[in-house]
């Protein structure tokens, strides 16, 4: 058991209504900036009712961050949205199919728009803070001791998507990658 995420994006028109089907993960989505259509990004999050989440946030290409001849990148990505939730107010459903309402799952689908500037692309990270309920026993960060009693360090929930490509330009592809050959 674990969080589910699927990633979803929409092209919105300048009067941010939707247009034409969404796109998923490994695909692309060209949308025209020269009439002001952005991008709707659709986060649906599915996870056992014990295993909450707080926080789904997109990330996208950002300039700098490329290393160039084997040199190292320390420069942590930022996110380019960041979705906070109550974690302990997250909607659950019974879970389809199973013929009794007492399994439960936590469903979540977010809508965020973004505008980009030129081809990118999007990827979703779904994680719990501190503030959502630890997965131990399942999955732990070390253990620490002190004097001679040892504590699991508590771990996350945490899950992300793979990338849905956009294309900006025009030119009908996402070929306007960072460090084209």
């Known amino acids: 058991n674990s969080v589910f995420v699927q990633l979803t994006a929409r092209r919105l028109d300048a009067a941010s209504a939707p247009v034409g ?47 160039f001849a084997g040199a190292q990148n320390d420069v942590p990505p930022v996110p380019v949205v960041v979705r906070t939730l109550d974690s302990t107010a997250l909607p659950s459903e019974p879970v389809p199919g199973t013929g009794a309402a007492t399994f439960r799952r936590i469903h979540v689908i977010e809508k965020l728009t973004v505008s980009p500037t030129s081809d990118t692309w999007y990827a979703a990270v779904v994680r719990g803070s501190p503030l959502a309920r630890s997965i131990f026993p399942l999955a732990f960060r070390g253990v620490t001791c002190a004097s001679g ?18 294309d900006a330009d025009g030119s009908g592809a996402y070929d306007d990658f960072p460090l084209k050959p």
């Open 21 to 67: 089907p969404p796109v998923g993960i490994g695909n692309t989505l060209a949308v025209n900036l020269g009439v002001g259509e952005q991008v709707e990004l659709t986060v649906d999050v599915q996870a056992p009712e014990w295993l909450t989440f707080d926080t789904i946030e997109i990330y996208s290409h950002a300039p700098g961050r490329d290393a």
């Open 149 to 166: 009693v040892c504590t699991a360090n508590s771990a996350q929930a945490f899950a992300f998507t793979n990338a849905i490509l956009i």
